[in-house]
């Protein structure tokens, strides 16, 4: 969470707002991934993001959304995405209730 409010306030501090209020309203989950999570991300992550990757196959999670797509491969159940594909994917399925 750190990282991703540095980023806004460097980069898009407008958005920071959004963000807050985003985190207040689903259910946050820390993960600590194990070694056997670790040693499957390992060769999809670059070494300094095997954590970030362990901690998504850990938990379960289905999509890592990130800029930085180029440190990380899909795989072991997990799809990596920017944000902007998240955005559009939920666009398109939220209109897909006004046909």
Same mark, same amino acid.
């Given at each position: 969470?750190?990282?991703?409010?540095?980023?806004? $306030?460097?980069?898009?501090?407008? $958005?920071?707002?959004?963000?807050?209020?985003?985190?207040?309203?689903?259910?946050?989950?820390?993960?600590?991934?194990?070694?056997?999570?670790?040693?499957?991300?390992?060769?999809?992550?670059?070494?300094?993001?095997?954590?970030?990757?362990?901690? $998504?196959?850990?938990?379960?999670?289905?999509?890592?959304?990130?800029?930085?797509?180029?440190?990380?491969?899909?795989?072991?159940?997990?799809?990596?995405?920017?944000?902007?594909?998240?955005?559009?994917?939920?666009?398109?399925?939220?209109?897909?209730?006004?046909?």
């Amino acid at each position: 969470m750190a990282e991703v409010r540095r980023n806004l $306030a460097a980069k898009l501090p407008e $958005a920071a707002p959004f963000f807050e209020e985003f985190l207040r309203s689903v259910p946050l989950q820390i993960h600590r991934p194990t070694s056997h999570h670790q040693e499957r991300a390992r060769e999809l992550a670059d070494a300094k993001d095997v954590p970030i990757l362990a901690a $998504a196959i850990g938990a379960g999670a289905r999509l890592l959304v990130t800029h930085n797509v180029r440190h990380f491969r899909s795989g072991q159940g997990v799809r990596v995405v920017r944000p902007r594909t998240l955005i559009e994917k939920v666009r398109a399925w939220m209109g897909s209730f006004g046909t």
